[in-house]
Each structure stands twice: as structure tokens, then as C-alpha cells.
T-cell receptor
Framework: GQNIDQPTEMTATEGAIVQINCTYQ??????LFWYQQHAGEAPTFLSY????GLEEKGRFSSFLSRSKGYSYLLLKELQMKDSASYLCAVEGVDTGFQKLVFGTGTRLLVSP | DGGITQSPKYLFRKEGQNVTLSCEQN?????MYWYRQDPGQGLRLIYYSQIVNDFQKGDIAEGYSVSREKKESFPLTVTSAQKNPTAFYLC???????????FGPGTRLTVL
């Protein structure tokens, strides 16, 4: 079976740091994506983790532990424009096809 | 300027009518996907196509149909058999064998 869990909603203050967690149980695992989605818009790619450890990209970092089935997205120096939903997606393999299974998303609200 | 286009952004239809959602990409991507997004749920895969003239059912294909006659185009038809068609529909594409999927702006379908 496939199960991906992330918190439904989080709030934080401008300038702060926030960590969005994602735990997963999937039948296959190639890697894990994080996407950002503003309301009513398309998801946009943030990060892709294959190996254990932390990947840093500007204000955003993503961590993966394959043995624990756990990832987090770390957002630093929060800005108002970071208010969005953050989608965790696990990439598996289904009959040769690289399939993405998405979590329900975490809605982040950044306040002044 | 390459990208994925979906039209229209908002679509209204009466119950019992079939409706076709457009998805076009000029990224020269081989693979294309259709997802459905409902409030409080993650993106769910409807259909995918890895090459022209070939497509496969995703997790929630019932009540939907697709075609892939051209590499650039992957239209989705929502038929009257789909019990709950009102949703936000997202099209995506990727280079075959590559991990990242690029998303279109989405079409919000409302069935009255």
C-alpha cells in the first residue's frame, strides 16, 4: 500500500524558520519530491532527494532518511510569498513507469 | 518560451455532458500525465502516456478517457460516467526516464 502523511496546516511568522515533515510507507521508492503550490496554481518543483541527507538550495533545504521513511522541508527567512501549500510526493516504479504518489499537502500561512 | 498550457482555466458544464480538457506542451517531452486535485486530498493520477499512441490508466481512470495522437497534445475527456467530476485538473509532462514533472496551470471544472 501507499501512505504519505504530512500536517494539514502550519503557521509561522515572517523571518522565522519552519520545518514541514513528511512520512511515507510505499511499496517502492526511487526518490522524494517537494513541490510548492500557490492557491489555484500549478505545483512548482522545489527539490528531489534520492540519497539520505540534507540538500540545500537557497532558503529551502530538504532532508531524507530512507530507513525511517521520513523527509522534511526546511524554509528559512520566511517571506509572505512563501504562504502556499507544500506537497510531498514519493516516486516509485510501477511496471517500468516512474509514478508519483502525493501527500495531501501542508498549507503554510506566513504572517507579518 | 517553452511550457505547458491548459485551457480553459475555468470550465462549467451541465451534469450528463461530456467535456474535453486541453493540454499542450512544447517542451518536447515524451511523457504526459493527468491528475485530479480535490480539497483535502493529494493529487491523484488519472491517466499517463509515455509515448505517442500509447497510454495507461492511473489510479482513478473510471469515467475518463484520453488520447495521445501527437507528442505535444494529451486531451482528457470527462465523461458522464464520472460520478463526481467537479475538481481541479492538472496536466504534467516529463522527459521519459527523468524524474521531474512539469505542471500546467490547471483547469477548474465545475459540473452543475
Amino acid at each position: 500500500g501507499q501512505n504519505i502523511d504530512q500536517p494539514t496546516e502550519m503557521t509561522a511568522t515572517e523571518g522565522a524558520i519552519v520545518q514541514i515533515n513528511c512520512t511515507y510507507q510505499t511499496s517502492g521508492f526511487n526518490g522524494l519530491f517537494w513541490y510548492q503550490q500557490h492557491a489555484g496554481e500549478a505545483p512548482t518543483f522545489l527539490s528531489y532527494n534520492v540519497l539520505d541527507g540534507l540538500e540545500e538550495k537557497g532558503r529551502f533545504s530538504s532532508f531524507l532518511s530512507r530507513s525511517k521513511g521520513y523527509s522534511y522541508l526546511l524554509l528559512k527567512e520566511l517571506q509572505m510569498k512563501d504562504s502556499a501549500s507544500y506537497l510531498c510526493a514519493v516516486e516509485g516504479v510501477d511496471t517500468g513507469f516512474q509514478k508519483l504518489v502525493f501527500g495531501t499537502g501542508t498549507r503554510l500561512l506566513v504572517s507579518p | 518560451d517553452g511550457g505547458i498550457t491548459q485551457s480553459p482555466k475555468y470550465l462549467f458544464r451541465k451534469e450528463g455532458q461530456n467535456v474535453t480538457l486541453s493540454c499542450e506542451q512544447n517542451l518536447n517531452h515524451d511523457a504526459m500525465y493527468w491528475y485530479r486535485q480535490d480539497p483535502g486530498q493529494g493529487l491523484r493520477l488519472i491517466y499517463y502516456s509515455q509515448i505517442v499512441n500509447d497510454f495507461q490508466k492511473g489510479d482513478i481512470a473510471e469515467g475518463y478517457s484520453v488520447s495521445r495522437e501527437k507528442k505535444e497534445s494529451f486531451p482528457l475527456t470527462v465523461t458522464s460516467a464520472q460520478k463526481n467530476p467537479t475538481a481541479f485538473y492538472l496536466c504534467a509532462s516529463s522527459i521519459r526516464g527523468e524524474h521531474e514533472q512539469f505542471f500546467g496551470p490547471g483547469t477548474r471544472l465545475t459540473v452543475l
